[in-house]
Nanobody, 116 residues
Framework: QGQLVESGGGLVQPGGSLRLSCVAS????????MSWYRQAPGKERELVGA????????NYIDSVKGRCTIYRDNTLNTVYLQMNSLKPEDTAVYYC?????????WGRGTQVTVSS
């Protein structure tokens, strides 16, 4: 059974940086398109960005463009979300998702809190 485990969240001051990691197991990671989502308190889960299975293509929502970078290492079965210049409105639980055809897996999330 496939599994995704996120890590790297925490409390950071505005303007700070975090790198989230998502480690995959139990499926062929290199085939999967990977995405990062977030869900803030009282809000719906939203897509932050995504990366193709080879890592050659990425896309992001407008609110994080220029501040976030998604990359992956298929040798380590890991996808990353580097977040810089963090803002209080980035506070949320961050989830990774893997998708391949009709198959998908979600992680359980990691909390990111941006506060002074």
């Amino acid at each position: 059974q496939g599994q995704l485990v996120e890590s790297g969240g925490g409390l950071v001051q505005p303007g700070g940086s975090l790198r989230l990691s998502c480690v995959a197991s139990g499926f062929t990671f290199r085939l999967y398109h990977m995405s990062w989502y977030r869900q803030a308190p009282g809000k719906e889960r939203e897509l932050v960005g995504a990366i193709s299975n080879t890592g050659g293509n990425t896309n992001y929502i407008d609110s994080v463009k220029g501040r976030c970078t998604i990359y992956r290492d298929n040798t380590l079965n890991t996808v990353y979300l580097q977040m810089n210049s963090l803002k209080p409105e980035d506070t949320a639980v961050y989830y990774c998702k893997g998708t391949y055809n009709s198959y998908s897996y979600w992680g359980r999330g990691t909390q990111v809190t941006v506060s002074s």
